[in-house]
DNA sequence: ATCGTATATTCGATTATGCGAATGTACACG
DNA sequence: CGTGTACATTCGCATAATCGAATATACGAT
């Protein structure tokens, strides 16, 4: 039961945890939005959103509409807009972590050119 | 630059993308608790709850104390509690794919059971 | 010092995730 | 009909997450 609910919690969490969904999730807090606009906004791949996208729409936390050739995508619930508000809070209490992140960033960058140059 | 801020959104969801951590998370919003207590509640092997930590220590989540011999865990940001509770919010509006979900879980095992069977 | 208890870390095996390439599907247009 | 465009799915591989068992560390008590 309580099981039950926690990996139902899990999984949304989950499927916020990547730096795409975010990306997708942020951009349709301000509201509906194609597939295509979607992958030239964030810059990735056509094949890899549309992973991504399933892994939100089994989730539940996006829904989507055809408009002849093309899928416009839009959060479900705003409620999921307010909690990515409240962690913007929670980010900017934090903003110190995200530079840290972004030097460990770096380091990380010079050993992957290290284990590629053997 | 955006990059690394939704990395780190991703890094902090990514930490809660798991029932464990989420049943710590959510223990510690009211209050802290030793590891000990955390094990036996939740009902993990010791060794594996410490690992969950970690996970949520490394993500500046949670804070610890020491205490003689055992350790207190605590949420570091209240706001983290907050964003909690607007999730709770969320999953009420949505107990019914809880329920489907659980029904999924069902049918999951006995697959899982065929697969053992084979 | 040494023993017991509480917690952390490391290790090895298993499973899950993420990616691009290739392929599939649905629709619009002619 | 066929062709093009928008999007989704499948596949194969590489990387990362998860677990329990074993081992390590830190502290209190004797």
């Known amino acids: 039961m309580l099981e039950s609910l926690r990996q ?38 056509q094949a890899n959103i549309s992973q991504h996208l399933a892994i939100l729409r089994n989730k539940h936390i996006v829904e989507t509409r055809r408009d002849g050739n093309q899928i416009f995508y839009r959060l479900r619930d705003p409620l999921l807009g307010e909690v990515l508000e409240k962690m913007r809070e929670y980010f900017f209490a934090h903003l110190g972590e995200v530079m840290e992140m972004m030097q460990e960033e770096k ?12």
Chains 1, 2 share one sequence.
């Open 8 to 45: 139902f919690k899990a999984g949304i969490f989950q499927a916020l945890g990547h730096p795409t969904r975010v990306a997708v999730v942020e951009f349709l807090s301000h509201g509906e939005m194609s597939v295509g606009v979607l992958c030239e906004k964030i810059g990735v791949e």
């Open 107 to 118: 380091k990380g960058a010079k050993k992957s050119e290290q284990k590629a140059r053997r």
